[in-house]
Nanobody
Framework: VQLQASGGGLVQPGGSLRLSCAASGISLDYYAIGWFRQAPGQEREWVSCISVSDGSTYYADSVKGRFTSSRDNARGTVYLQMNSLKPEDTAVYYC?????????????????WGKGTQVTVSS
């Protein structure tokens, strides 16, 4: 099983990026999803999660109202739309997946973790 986050890049403050998370070996349609980020010298931070049972989405306070998580089951892909980006959003972003679904805000335990994608917000 491999997960891969993609779509990162360099963007100016106030700009937008859309990250994608795709998997080989599993169908993300049936997996709870978490998004995380880690900035240099800092601990990993939970960003968002999507429940598999009802599609509920949850966000860290630091990104609420700016980031949106979604699924495209037809494509087997999960997205993190990031708007109004700030320099403090600069980090490597990771997606994670787990077949066990439960109330997920702040959840850290996921069975599968993807390689990250770098997001840099700078003018």
């Amino acid at each position: 099983v491999q997960l891969q986050a993609s779509g990162g890049g360099l963007v100016q403050p106030g700009g937008s990026l859309r990250l994608s998370c795709a998997a080989s070996g599993i169908s993300l349609d049936y997996y709870a999803i978490g998004w995380f980020r880690q900035a240099p010298g800092q601990e990993r931070e939970w960003v968002s999660c999507i429940s598999v049972s009802d599609g509920s989405t949850y966000y860290a306070d630091s990104v609420k109202g700016r980031f949106t998580s979604s699924r495209d089951n037809a494509r087997g892909t999960v997205y993190l739309q990031m708007n109004s980006l700030k320099p403090e959003d600069t980090a490597v972003y990771y997606c994670a997946a787990d077949p066990v679904d439960y109330y997920c805000p702040g959840r850290q335990e996921y069975n599968y973790w993807g390689k990250g994608t770098q997001v840099t917000v700078s003018s």
